[in-house]
């Protein structure tokens, strides 16, 4: 049984617990569940439970991280039109259009959202969860290579491919500006930092300090994209009105403004990106499975 200090035991006891408000759509709650279920499956990965039970609970909760995900960014969205109003950083003018538009994106999201999570056995779910961490604990104990320690042999095989992902994801993006490459280095950097996460609750040397640079850096990379989706919007907004609307001039200002501010970021991580190498290659070299690490079908953005 999950133990309160075990990452994904909380995540799966949040879950059911905040379930009834993400069924109705609260913000903060959406939120939660969605990185609970992020969490959930890191933490199936990393297990090495590869039973039947275990390949569809996964599938289950990836569809609901997919289906919580556009509510949430336009959520997200939305709390930055509301920051550059404070900030005086826009017109008014370009900020009410844009939080209209949102709002009515947000308001189709959120009806697809509830239904495709409305027949969601959360509780089922945080049961299912709890059975797979004990038989797979078995499992290791039963056939682990390494005698004495089955889950930490096997978080450092799944910390060696997470590592072995991202540094391929920094690679592909380089050093220049280009958002789709980016997002893909940042969900490599979230899925790292949870499975370090999961080898500092068992105890693993380094993981404490592991995990709080990958914090920083998540947060470098989530901020950039927060700001890269509104910029999309905006320019939806703006392919969306006649040449001649007066309001174009105040949105390519906006525009320009978002794109500074994104650069800026990006600027930031391109400073932290050699010691993000480095500590890939320093979980590489750690895994003694002698399995070499590669690409896997979780190594997708969902």
């Known amino acids: 049984m999950p133990t309160r200090s075990d990452p994904p035991g909380q995540a799966a006891r949040v879950l059911k617990r905040i379930w009834p408000a993400v069924a109705v759509g609260d913000v903060e709650a959406v939120h939660r569940a969605r990185v609970a279920t992020r969490r959930l499956r890191e933490a199936l990965r990393a297990s090495g439970a590869e039973r039947r039970s275990a390949r569809r609970l996964r599938k289950e909760l990836r569809r609901l991280t997919r289906a919580l995900g556009p509510v949430r960014e336009l959520d997200v969205s939305l709390g930055l039109v509301a920051r550059l109003s404070h900030e005086e950083a826009a017109s008014d003018t370009a900020l009410e259009l844009i939080r209209v538009h949102l709002m009515e994106v947000r308001a189709r999201c959120r009806a697809r959202m509830l239904k495709r999570v409305d027949d969601t056995d959360a509780a089922g779910i945080a049961a299912r969860w709890e059975a797979l961490a004990g038989a797979a604990r078995q499992d290791g104990r039963a056939s682990s290579p390494r005698a004495g320690a089955p889950e930490a042999w096997e978080l450092r095989r799944c910390l060696a491919r997470r590592a072995a992902q991202l540094r391929l994801s920094l690679e592909e993006a380089g050093a220049?500006?280009?958002?789709?490459?980016?997002?893909?280095?940042?969900?490599?950097?979230?899925?790292?930092?949870?499975?370090?996460?999961?080898?500092?609750?068992?105890?693993?040397?380094?993981?404490?300090?592991?995990?709080?640079?990958?914090k920083t850096l998540q947060d470098l990379l989530g901020e950039l994209h927060d700001w890269q989706v509104l910029e999309e919007h905006v320019g939806d907004v703006q392919s969306s009105l006649p040449v001649q609307d007066g309001r174009m001039g105040e949105l390519t200002s906006l525009l320009s403004s978002l794109e500074d501010r994104c650069r800026a970021l990006h600027g930031a991580f391109l400073a932290r990106r050699p010691d993000l190498i480095a500590l890939c290659e320093a979980l590489e070299s750690e895994d003694d499975s002698g399995l070499s690490p590669t690409r896997t079908r979780d190594a997708s953005h969902g």
Request: aromatic fraction near 6%; hydrophobic fraction near 45%; charged fraction near 30%.
């Open 176 to 214: 220049l500006y280009t958002p789709e490459p980016l997002h893909a280095v940042r969900i490599a950097v979230k899925k790292l930092r949870y499975s370090v996460e999961l080898a500092r609750s068992a105890r693993i040397a380094g993981a404490t300090a592991r995990a709080r640079r990958l």
